[in-house]
């Protein structure tokens, strides 16, 4: 029978999660970092049922403790994710509130499974203020729990979260597993694979929204970095700022090729991480999306001049 949660590789990130498990001294923070939409959450869950009475990561759906996370019912178990406001709409943050609400779930006893595990999706969705309300359990962390915080990597995250964690990093997918997980996709298959870049999920998401748009625009932006046409420049500033998902998108194409550019040119590794700096701070700073891709391209620019002077 099918795997409730299948594994599409990172089987050495399982693999290192199961030993520590083994060793009877697992950690009570892990931060399960990685590029978004390559399985991070699907990931978590099956560490999550392990934990919480399954057989093994693979049971099928019909195991009891995965019947229940599938439900979203297991006591023991709390997924945190932004909600929606009054209004209906996505909160732009996890709020402090659902921090202390897991808190408050980690000082219970365990119902079920003498376990009791919670999941932060994602660290990048957090404040400073529910940052700061996570400590409280990383630092005086109740006997058999687990915490876990999946990472896109897109947010700066307090340095106190991180010592107090132990990361295990994944990895984009192999072209073959993109495609495997791909094939139960009802779109536009060779779109999103063509955009994943190992990162199935992602691919899906740049299929569906104003996001392929944007990596179109902003690969030929990079054709001529330095000069661009204004046409090009246009239209590649336009298409970032059409949608949430769209500006992701440039960031991301805009810091892939800057990441594979350092390879032969090991300077352009600062401008990486000033991109990265731009990208994290963005909303802190209250810039406008608009004003976030024209001072991205404007770092990339700065870094390449800086590099070829």
Request: hydrophobic letters at 40%; charged letters at 20%.
């Amino acid at each position: 029978m099918t795997a409730a949660f299948p594994l599409i590789g990172h089987q050495d990130a399982e693999a290192r999660f199961l030993a520590a498990r083994a060793s009877n001294r697992l950690h009570h923070g892990w931060i399960f970092q990685g590029p978004s939409g390559i399985g991070k959450s699907t990931f978590a869950k099956r560490i999550a049922a392990l934990m919480l009475g399954a057989e093994t990561t693979d049971a099928p759906t019909d195991d009891r403790v995965m019947q229940l996370i599938l439900s979203g019912g297991h006591p023991d178990m709390k997924w945190v994710k932004r909600e929606l406001n009054e209004k209906d709409k996505l909160r732009q943050d996890i709020t402090v509130d659902q921090i202390r609400d897991l808190n408050h779930f980690f000082s219970l006893r365990p119902a079920m499974s003498g376990w009791r595990v919670g999941v932060i999706d994602s660290l990048d969705e957090m404040n400073v203020s529910g940052m700061n309300a996570l400590l409280k359990t990383l630092e005086e962390p109740p006997r058999n729990a687990l915490l876990i915080l999946v990472s896109h990597g897109q947010k700066q995250m307090l340095p106190t979260i991180r010592s107090r964690c132990q990361v295990l990093r994944l990895y984009p997918l192999s072209d073959q597993d993109t495609r495997t997980v791909l094939e139960g996709f009802d779109g536009d298959v060779s779109l999103a694979a063509k955009l994943a870049n190992g990162r199935p999920g992602y691919g899906v998401e740049l299929s569906q929204s104003g996001g392929a748009k944007a990596v179109q625009a902003a690969r030929a932006l990079l054709k001529t970095p330095l000069k661009p046409s204004p046409g090009v420049a246009s239209s590649a500033i336009s298409a970032a700022v059409s949608d949430p998902g769209a500006l992701s998108a440039f960031a991301d194409t805009l810091m892939q090729w800057t990441a594979l550019e350092a390879e032969d040119k090991p300077a352009l590794g600062k401008t990486w991480l000033a991109l990265h700096e731009v990208r994290s701070t963005a909303d802190a700073l209250n810039l406008t999306p608009l004003q976030t891709a024209g001072k991205l391209f404007a770092t990339l620019q700065q870094g390449l001049k800086a590099v070829s002077a």
